[in-house]
């Protein structure tokens, strides 16, 4: 059953997000050590209502916790994150500095509309922009497909990247593409991405409950039998 937690006075979903980006941000400060940072924004006041400390918020797709909030004079409230080591190991985080944008996504609260996918916010590890190709209206970005991640990342699936929830329009063996709508181009760092840029990656994870449950059944032995039994029912 889905933990959940108080943010506010509405129920949310802990750590539950819908890959629908609601905007991007600019690091007002970022301190970092070896193996730690601390990473400070300025929400505005509409966009902070009901936010409290320990409230998930993605970044870049990351779930990081509320850890300070403290008021401006201009009425936005500053908030502050923190990423370990394993965070900043596995993510892009470990490569910001101050002034750069950061999509953002508050946790899902129960009754809102889904409109990409589920994402934890616990991301997988980073790939590469091979590829940027655009015009008005449309936005291309072909990106690396790694070994490991081969089996998750399908044609038509879904994956999460910088916390987007995005469609793979197409796969070859060694990469996969999406397509952006304007709305999506405009609202998200993607506008502006490079090629070689690092992304974070989260697959989805219905694809990879599944595919790792066909992994379990063929490594078993158990999926002729599977197989059979269903075809007999």
Same mark, same amino acid.
């Given at each position: 059953e889905m933990l959940r937690s108080l943010v506010g006075s509405e129920m949310c979903i802990r750590d539950r997000f819908s890959g629908i980006v609601q905007t991007k941000l600019a690091i007002k400060e970022i301190n970092k050590q070896a193996d730690f940072a601390s990473l400070v924004y300025d929400f505005s006041a509409q966009f902070a209502v009901g936010l409290q400390l320990g409230a998930s918020v993605a970044q870049n797709g990351v779930c990081l916790t509320v850890r300070t909030m403290t008021p401006n004079d201009d009425g936005s409230i500053r908030v502050s994150f923190d990423a370990i080591a394993q965070t900043l190991k596995l993510t892009n985080l470990a490569d910001l500095k101050g002034g750069d944008e950061v999509n953002i996504e508050r946790a899902a609260r129960f009754g809102d509309e889904i409109g990409g996918h589920v994402v934890s916010g616990h991301v997988f590890g980073c790939i590469r922009v091979l590829s940027v190709e655009q015009d008005a209206l449309n936005m291309r970005l072909v990106f690396e497909r790694p070994a490991e991640l081969r089996p998750y990342l399908l044609n038509k699936?879904?994956?999460?990247?910088?916390?987007?929830?995005?469609? %793979?329009? &197409?796969?070859?063996?060694? *990469?996969?593409?999406?397509?952006? %709508?304007? &709305?999506?181009?405009?609202? *998200?760092?993607?506008?502006?991405?490079?090629?070689?840029?690092?992304v974070n990656l989260e697959i989805d994870p219905s694809t990879q409950a599944t595919v790792d449950t066909i992994k379990e059944l063929m490594a078993s032995g158990q999926l002729a039998e599977l197989i059979a039994t269903v075809k007999n029912a």
């Open positions: 699936g879904f994956v999460a990247l910088n916390g987007c929830s995005l469609t %793979i329009a &197409e796969v070859t063996q060694d *990469t996969f593409t999406v397509c952006l %709508i304007p &709305e999506t181009r405009d609202v *998200t760092v993607f506008g502006t991405i490079e090629v070689g840029a690092k």
